[in-house]
């Protein structure tokens, strides 16, 4: 009996060990997709968040001052039609 629990005593730390050794090669190789995926996400062109909330109050601003803009021409146009 006692040869017996040795052998599973044996086959449960070359288990465990295996299942270590894996564990540590796949948060290795999740590491390396991550890196792999930055480097390449790094390398376009993208814009951060900040340029992108500037760019976007610019073009609701410009689109304010565009309608603003349209409203005027088109009063001085009605005042236009009335004199003629």
């Known amino acids: ?21 894996l564990a540590g090669m796949g948060r290795e190789a999740e590491a390396s997709v991550k890196e792999r995926a930055k480097d390449w996400i790094g390398g376009l062109d993208f ?18 001052e565009a309608d603003a803009l349209k409203a005027r021409i088109e009063a001085l146009e009605a005042g236009i039609a009335k004199k003629a």
């Open 1 to 21: 009996m006692q040869s017996e629990n040795r052998i599973f005593d044996d086959l449960v730390k070359m288990m465990n060990g295996a299942a270590g050794t």
């Open 47 to 64: 814009v951060t968040r900040d340029e992108f909330d500037a760019v976007k109050a610019m073009a609701v601003a410009a689109r304010e």
